[in-house]
């Protein structure tokens, strides 16, 4: 069975630019998450989806990001326009069930923002 | 609100040493508490978690885990470490609430280096 992928694994932008990440959960999985890493931080929950509606975003740091996840299976992270501090490392997880449900990550999208 | 520190950044480690990984935690609800694990390149792998019931909890890989309520601590430990347990390790918390589903907070991290 595939884990979770994300695409692209890097991305390196200019300020005002715009990015796109994607995010393929494990087939099944209603849950979605996203988290970021800023160097040196701790990780950051983002948002959370079950299947095509927002759970709770009451992570997103701002306007400038957008996440949708159309008919509940995979989602994307939009950056508009995008900013320094934008800059880390952007996982992605899923999970079945339950809030005691292991989350399952991919393996990031490191964005860089110069 | 839900906090975690990771009390070390770094823990150098020769091989085959025992080595325990401290993760403290702050709630003002009960929690569920989790380990993941992150090799070079790599996504977040769980190690282990504590739902409920006994308060060691054994995960892949010869880790295992000991929650202790009264002072909010769920430290890592292994017994013998391989080279190849050179990782970033986090500590993680989500809040056990009725209803619904709930976000992971975690620590900063713990860079684990094992050395020959």
């Known amino acids: 069975e595939a884990g979770v992928t994300q695409f692209p694994s890097h991305s390196v932008i200019e300020k005002g630019q715009t990015v796109t990440l994607r995010c393929d959960p494990i087939?099944?999985?209603?849950?979605l998450y996203w988290y970021r890493r800023v160097m040196g931080k701790e990780i950051k929950f983002l948002l959370h989806?079950?299947?095509?509606?927002?759970?709770?975003e009451s992570g997103m740091p701002n306007n400038r990001f957008l996440a949708e996840r159309t008919g509940g299976t995979y989602s994307t992270l939009k950056v508009q326009p995008a900013e320094l501090e934008d800059s880390g490392v952007y996982f992605c997880?899923?999970?079945?069930?339950?809030?005691?449900?292991?989350?399952?990550f991919g393996p990031g999208t490191r964005l860089l923002v110069l | 609100a839900q906090s975690v520190t990771q009390l070390d950044s770094q823990v150098p480690v020769f091989e085959e040493a025992p080595v325990e990984l401290r993760c403290n935690y702050s709630?003002?609800?009960?929690?569920?508490l989790f380990w993941y694990v992150q090799y070079p390149n790599q996504g977040l792998q769980l190690l282990l978690k504590?739902?409920?019931?006994?308060?060691l909890v054994k995960g892949i890989n010869g880790f295992e885990a000991e929650f202790n309520k009264s002072q909010t601590s769920f430290h890592l430990r292994k017994p013998s470490v391989h080279i190849s347990d050179t990782a970033e390790y986090f500590c993680?918390?989500?809040?056990?609430?009725?209803?619904?589903?709930?976000?992971?907070?975690f620590g900063a991290g713990t860079r684990l280096a094992v050395h020959p």
């Open positions: 997880a899923s999970s079945q069930g339950s809030r005691s449900e292991t989350q399952y």
């Open positions: 709630s003002s609800v009960s929690v569920y």
């Open positions: 504590y739902l409920s019931g006994s308060t």
């Open positions: 989806f079950v299947k095509e509606s927002k759970q709770d």
């Open positions: 993680a918390v989500s809040a056990r609430i009725s209803g619904g589903y709930n976000k992971l907070i």
């Open positions: 087939s099944g999985h209603d849950n």
